[in-house]
């Protein structure tokens, strides 16, 4: 345990690092440029978790597990969550619109992750004196933060705790619409589809094709165009249905084909047929 | 190895989030980049805490988690309280602030 | 006895305050009111007068304070008198003169419904004059010089619904205004010098202050004394002041107001004496002045302003002599006296013509009126005879005296430059005077039938005219009659008077010094050059005009006589040189205004607007470009954080 958070590092950490560290920065870079925003944030949760293993690596064994379990398990997944809201089909276009907003973004990121990179290489950080005192003082990690935690750093948490209530009441407040009317109830909702005349049925359900039962397919009338009806209203307004009338008359068409090619041959093999017997 | 590759690392991911808020026009992806940007501050105060060797850098990296929570939970909400009220997540698009 | 001066203003101001409050009620006595005021101003100084003459030379002078008019620390100005020698000689003259035209005009202005208006101004005028002249400070002079331009607006602009008269009344005013603001800057200087305004204090400090300061000072004075006395190049209002009622013109632009800017320079000796720079300016002013004057005075065919220019070259005359220091004080006071009598009483005789013949002013209308108009013509005459210098006369003694005095300028060429052109003037002043003489009295009659006063504006009015009538010369009544008679008296013996012994420069000479001239010739060879040149004009006069008919209609005349007739092109140059001149330097400065300053004013806020324009494109509300900036600021704060630390 004291090996991993000593001042100097073992072969198997620096391995790990190398290794880690690359797919940590091709996960940084995919998040950056994935299309589609749910790709960016399995990405950016893989990168999450290489992190918590660096963190345990540095000898800070509560945070890497604070790491996966705040981060990827409950931040990532509330993004997830509203990706998915937003729409989890929905790809960017990565083609910049602001004039010269992409230059100036790399020359800025270039110079910034330069300075930084030289700053640090110029700093003198030969000396680690490792984390193995600090870790034994209160017999653990955990109990060393919480001695600090609970002592030197009390205001500081206490306030974080009111931070923390704040942000959840202002992500109510933010979320929340009031009703300005009375929902309606069930017997007021049929009374009102009759008085209109239209639908009084239920809705026509998706899909036509056992294959193509799901839910953002629309379900096709007897002319053989879809229905938008049959689409749940949130994936009609998302423009997330999936038009599958033109797919069926072209896997038709394809049928009709391969069978006329195949009928064709049976033809041509018959007349060849034909004329040999005749000779 | 030494450890301050740890922070040549931390930089290299910031700025890689940086050039992520900068490029990105989708606001959760913005946001997500933003994180990492956070992460990689993260990672920093740990080495450093294993640099000095006390536990201080940590209970900061700790405190950083907290408020990156706080802000994510805020952040998207108003995501999407945006969204609906806009019908898209593009931060392009909210620009009202110009004549 | 010093409490008697505030009188001497108290009365006619008070004259002033009933007659132009008063309203119709006083119409019937008004004039009364107003003569007997003026009188009593004129007794007071005679008391005055009589108390100093029982004093011993040195402790003459009076002084009155009334109270503190500006009691300022550091700035202090009293309501205070000063009576000494030269300001009783002025007092004298201005309400002896006064009073006389006072009583000349209750006759002359018998017919004018505003009489009451008229006396309330004239009796202002006399309380704003003697303020003037016995004003212990100059900032109090100043108020006196203000009040007697104020009253000179107001009776020249008498008969206002005359347009010329409207017009003549606010050319005066204008071109006075340049001659006060020289008095006014002139002022401001000495309390810059001097601390103080009071004559005592700035007059006896003429030693230790700079040349410089005492030569602008005393330019400015000069300034002040050329629009208040009608020197050039300040002399055009003059001519055009002739619009006012004769008695204002023999008052106020032949006797007093016009002599105001000689006593200026006179009580002024002292900065003058130590300004030899500036006393030389007042010279050549005045000797450019007296042949300006005597040349338009020549040509003039109008009484009046024949007068006018007579009176011009005349207070040339007296400048010149206030210019040649302590040698010529008093023979510029004496002069002036003399003249004071004698232009006065022509003015009364050219107004008792005017009254006469239907109030025509042209000579050439006149003629053979010595029969009709016995004491006129023999007041005008003797007045006549005493300012061409008739041996024996006033103007004799006075001018002869001037004559000396420029001649003894200095023993080089400027004495006889100065004294060739007193010289000269006198010769031309014979020629002009005789032309006026012969061209009034002698002669066949040229009369005319009187013009239509409605067609013809330059009518006086306030008599009754008949068109087309022919004038029926008369004698004027006896409240003008009078007045002419005293003054022909005074310009008879006036100057044997002050002359014989320098009795007047003796007088005068605790104020003023008195040197005795030593002119670069002979005192007797002047005099028989005098003579020679005097009796040269009279004889011109009298060939040209005595001996040979006279045509009612002016000849074209020669380029000189029609540059004359017209001022000598004076408006003219003032039209084009001021007036001119003024509208294009207006117009260039409003181009300027248009171009440079609003063209700097609008080209900031143009600039600025565009530069805005610019970088409101920055602001172009999207947050990725705001990040951007926020992005580079840090760099850029971490680059300087790492230079520094470099360094």
Redo the contacts between chains.
């Keep these: 345990m004291n090996t991993l958070?000593a001042s100097v590092?073992s072969t198997g950490?620096?391995v790990q690092?190398w290794v880690l560290?690359t797919i940590?920065?091709i996960g940084?870079?995919c998040?950056?440029l994935m299309k589609r925003?749910v790709h960016?944030?399995l990405c950016?949760a893989g990168?999450?978790i290489i992190?918590a293993v660096?963190?345990l690596a540095?000898?800070?064994y509560?945070?890497g597990v604070?790491?996966i379990v705040?981060?990827t398990g409950?931040?990532m997944m509330?993004?997830l969550f509203?990706?998915m809201?937003?729409g989890v089909t929905a790809a960017?276009s990565l083609k910049?619109?602001?004039k010269g907003?992409?230059w100036?973004?790399?020359a800025?990121?270039l110079?910034?992750?330069i300075?930084?990179?030289?700053?640090?290489g110029?700093a003198s950080?030969?000396?680690?004196?490792?984390?193995g005192?600090?870790?034994s003082a209160h017999g653990g990690?955990v109990e060393?933060?919480a001695a600090?935690?609970f002592t030197?750093?009390v205001f500081?948490?206490e306030i974080?705790g009111a931070?923390?209530i704040?942000?959840?009441v202002?992500?109510?407040v933010?979320?929340h619409r009031e009703r300005t009317e009375r929902a309606k109830t069930q017997r007021e909702l049929s009374e009102q589809r009759v008085r209109e005349g239209k639908h009084l049925p239920p809705l026509p359900a998706p899909g036509v094709y056992a294959r193509h039962n799901a839910v953002d397919i629309a379900g096709l009338l007897p002319d053989g165009t879809p229905s938008e009806l049959t689409v749940n209203k949130t994936l009609r307004?998302r423009g997330q249905i999936r038009d599958v009338s033109t797919e069926a008359l072209d896997d038709l068409k394809a049928l009709e084909q391969r069978s006329e090619e195949r009928l064709g041959r049976d033809k041509d093999a018959r007349d060849r047929d034909g004329q040999e017997a005749k000779r | 190895m030494n450890p301050v590759n740890y922070l040549y690392l931390a930089a290299l991911l910031f700025t890689i989030g940086a050039a992520g808020v900068l490029i990105r026009r989708n606001a959760i992806v913005v946001f997500m980049c933003v994180e990492l940007m956070l992460n990689a501050c993260n990672l920093a105060f740990v080495a450093f805490s294993r640099m000095h060797g006390n536990l201080d850098g940590q209970i900061i990296a700790f405190f950083t988690m907290v408020v990156a929570a706080a802000e994510v939970v805020v952040g998207l909400a108003i995501i999407v309280s945006l969204f609906r009220s806009r019908h898209s997540a593009s931060v392009d698009d909210a620009s009202l602030m110009k004549l | 006895m010093e409490n008697l001066i505030a009188l001497l203003v108290a009365a006619p101001l008070l004259g002033a305050a009933v007659l132009l409050c008063g309203g119709r009620r006083l119409d019937r006595i008004g004039h009364w009111l107003g003569t007997l005021l003026a009188a009593a101003s004129f007794v007071v100084g005679a008391v005055l007068f009589v108390d100093m003459l029982g004093k011993g030379a040195e402790e003459r002078a009076l002084h009155q304070k009334l109270f503190s008019w500006i009691p300022v620390e550091g700035f202090q100005a009293d309501i205070a008198f000063q009576l000494d020698q030269l300001s009783m000689t002025f007092v004298l003259l201005i309400t002896g003169v006064g009073t006389l035209i006072h009583i000349y005009s209750i006759g002359y202005m018998e017919h004018d419904e505003r009489r009451r208006r008229f006396f309330g101004y004239l009796n202002l005028f006399l309380a704003a004059m003697l303020l003037l002249v016995i004003a212990d400070n100059y900032l109090l002079l100043y108020v006196g010089w203000e009040g007697v331009g104020l009253a000179s607006y107001l009776l020249i602009g008498f008969w206002q619904h005359k347009p010329s008269a409207a017009t003549a009344a606010k050319k005066a005013f204008l071109v006075n205004r340049v001659g006060d603001m020289g008095l006014s800057i002139a002022i401001m200087l000495m309390f810059t010098t001097f601390g103080t305004f009071a004559f005592g204090p700035v007059l006896g400090a003429t030693g230790e202050t700079s040349e410089g300061m005492l030569t602008a000072i005393g330019l400015m004075l000069l300034l002040a004394a050329c629009g208040k006395s009608a020197q050039v190049p300040l002399q055009s209002w003059l001519g055009d002041a002739m619009e006012g009622p004769t008695p204002v013109s023999a008052l106020i632009h032949a006797a007093t107001m016009v002599t105001a800017g000689v006593y200026l320079i006179v009580r002024s000796g002292a900065i003058f004496n130590a300004a030899p720079d500036a006393q030389l300016a007042v010279v050549i002013v005045g000797a450019v002045t007296l042949l300006f004057g005597a040349i338009v005075g020549c040509a003039k065919d109008d009484i009046k302003k024949a007068l006018a220019g007579s009176t011009m070259s005349q207070i040339g005359y007296m400048v010149l002599a206030a210019g040649l220091g302590p040698i010529g004080y008093a023979f510029a006071i004496m002069h002036l006296v003399t003249h004071g009598f004698f232009k006065a009483g022509l003015f009364l005789g050219a107004g008792s013509v005017m009254h006469g013949m239907n109030d025509e002013v042209d000579m050439r209308k006149y003629g053979g009126l010595r029969r009709y108009m016995p004491i006129t013509f023999v007041t005008f005459g003797l007045g006549y005879l005493a300012i061409i210098g008739f041996p024996g006369l006033s103007g004799f003694w006075s001018k002869d005296k001037i004559i000396e005095a420029a001649f003894a300028y200095d023993d080089g060429i400027r004495g006889w430059i100065f004294g060739g052109v007193a010289l000269l003037g006198a010769g031309i002043t014979a020629f002009y005077m005789t032309r006026v003489m012969i061209m009034t009295f002698f002669g066949e009659k040229r009369w005319q039938p009187a013009p239509d006063p409605d067609k013809d504006a330059s009518v006086e009015p306030g008599i009754e005219v008949t068109p087309g009538e022919m004038p029926h010369p008369h004698e004027s009544p006896r409240s003008m009659t009078i007045p002419m008679i005293v003054l022909a008296f005074g310009s008879v013996f006036a100057g044997a008077f002050f002359s014989i012994g320098d009795r007047f420069a003796n007088w005068l000479a605790p104020v003023t010094q008195f040197e005795h001239p030593h002119p670069v010739i002979s005192v007797p060879a002047i005099t028989t050059a005098t003579m020679v040149v005097l009796l040269a004009g009279a004889l011109i006069a009298y060939l040209m005009y005595g001996h040979r008919p006279v045509p009612v209609t002016a000849p074209r005349g020669s380029l000189l006589t029609r540059a004359a007739r017209r001022d000598l092109l004076q408006d003219d140059f003032n039209h084009v040189v001021l007036v001119r001149g003024g509208e294009h330097l207006t117009r260039s400065l409003v181009y300027v205004d248009h171009s440079l300053v609003d063209g700097v004013v609008n080209g900031t806020a143009a600039s600025f607007g565009g530069l805005s324009g610019r970088l409101r494109k920055l602001q172009n509300g999207y947050a990725r470009s705001y990040a951007v900036s926020m992005f580079g600021g840090t760099a850029i704060l971490i680059a300087a954080t790492l230079l520094m630390r470099a360094v």
């Excluded at chain 1, 300075?115 to 640090?120: F, Q, V």
Aim: charged share 10%.
């Design positions: 958070a590092t950490e620096a690092f560290g940590a920065v940084a870079l998040t950056i925003a960016s944030a950016l990168t999450m992190l660096f963190y540095n000898g800070a509560f945070l604070v790491q705040v981060y409950a931040i509330l993004f509203v990706v809201l937003v960017d910049e619109t602001l907003q992409r100036l973004a790399a800025c990121g110079g910034f992750g300075l930084l990179i030289a700053g640090i110029n950080l030969k000396n680690f004196n490792g984390l005192a600090a870790n990690n060393g933060l600090l935690i030197k750093y500081a948490f974080t931070l923390l704040t942000a959840a202002g992500a109510m933010l979320t307004d």
